[in-house]
């Protein structure tokens, strides 16, 4: 405990356009409000029962009930995960930069954390990744589409390293996956050691309820379900489900806004100048250099909230930016140029 780094997110007066957590920056579906409104005082005295809406959320993905775990939010999936399956000794290897929390949770282990940098272009690490698998490794987690760079692993790639890890389990975060629109949740059961994740904390609009699904072979979840604690998704984010789930047209009338915005907003980068990475998910990665801290407080000044990445291992000078729908993306445009200019014109005095 005393070797952890605290980890305190930038939260705190985010009342203005937020795209630095790459949340949906609208809201929920307007049926899940329907339901939260009416909700009884009765009904919050019972412990929530997770099950019934565990087989519904099993239906609607595609796996057996018995192969998927409700959590709270994707987080306590992880944790749980390298809870029960990292102890002294063990490896949990990691394509480097990605999503923080991975570290996080695996310095509460007593297992290390292995990690390996991707190339300046930030692709999928592929043939480093298999060099680095050792008899230790008993975790290989990859965020497909990855953050903060909006990279993507190959369905082929993930076999491969399943098949060269056959000790470990190999976890696939598939939380962005509704903007990439390819998965390898059809391959849980078959592919033996493979666990896949998904969170109802981007697409879906719904961060605050924390929910996230954890789906893996039956031999393999039944460790995960011992430790996972029976109530920790609560009762009304098990309402909430259901109605997120049926709303497909909201969901796809979203992504398909995400979508359309992020290749303007692209198009915006490159008219700036500003060097950017290929993106599968809502944000992307931009290369400000050393003026990056400068950049985030004067976008934050403008009420546009971006997210300074540049400690990642290889981000040097970097901020990542949601993608939201158009109209906020046009606007974060226009203040993101008058920052540029603003910055620029001061490297020229
Ligand atoms: C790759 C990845 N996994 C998981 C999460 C967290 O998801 P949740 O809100 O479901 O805990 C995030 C959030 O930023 C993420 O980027």
Same mark, same amino acid.
Request: glycine share 14%.
């Given at each position: 405990m005393k070797a952890m780094k605290e980890y305190h997110p930038p939260l705190g007066n985010r009342d203005a356009m937020r795209l630095d957590f790459n949340e949906n920056t609208i809201a929920c579906s307007p049926r899940v409000k329907e339901v939260l409104g009416r909700i009884s005082a009765g009904a919050l005295t019972r412990y929530p029962e997770r099950e019934p809406v565990e087989r519904t959320v099993a239906e609607h993905i595609g796996?057996?009930?018995?192969q998927l775990v409700l959590t709270n939010g994707v987080d306590e999936a992880i944790h749980v995960l390298f809870e029960t399956f990292l102890d002294a000794g063990d490896e949990l290897l990691l394509p480097v930069p +990605?999503? +923080?929390m991975y570290e996080v949770y695996a310095s509460a282990t007593d297992a290390q954390a292995v990690t390996v940098q991707a190339a300046e272009d930030l692709r999928f690490p592929f043939e480093r990744l298999l060099s680095a698998i050792t008899p230790q490794t008993k975790i290989v987690a990859i965020a497909n589409p990855n953050s903060p760079s909006g990279s993507v692993a190959t369905r082929e790639q993930i076999v491969e390293i399943a098949r060269r890890a056959p000790a470990a389990v190999v976890l696939v975060d598939e939380a962005y996956f509704h903007f990439f629109?390819?998965?390898?949740?059809?391959?849980v059961g078959s592919v033996p050691n493979l666990m896949v994740a998904r969170t109802f904390?981007?697409?879906?609009?719904?961060a605050g309820l924390r929910l996230g699904v954890l789906a893996g072979p039956v031999d393999l979840m039944k460790w995960v379900r011992r430790v996972l604690s029976p109530y920790s998704v609560n009762s009304l984010a098990l309402a909430c489900l259901p109605p997120a789930l049926e709303d497909t047209a909201y969901l796809n009338w979203y992504v398909g806004e995400v979508l359309a915005a992020r290749t303007e907003f692209e198009a915006s980068l490159d008219e700036l100048k500003i060097r950017h990475w290929p993106s599968r998910a809502n944000f992307v990665l931009v290369e400000i250099g050393e003026k990056h801290k400068e950049l985030v407080r004067l976008m934050s000044a403008g009420g546009v909230l971006v997210r300074d990445r540049?400690?990642?291992?290889?981000?040097?000078?970097c901020v990542r930016i949601t993608i939201g729908m158009r109209e906020q993306m046009r606007e974060a445009a226009l203040v993101l140029r008058k920052t540029m200019e603003e910055l620029r014109s001061e490297g020229n005095e």
């Open positions: 796996v057996a009930a018995e +990605t999503y +923080t629109g390819e998965t390898v949740m059809d391959l904390s981007k697409a879906y609009g719904l540049s400690s990642d291992p290889g981000c040097d000078g």
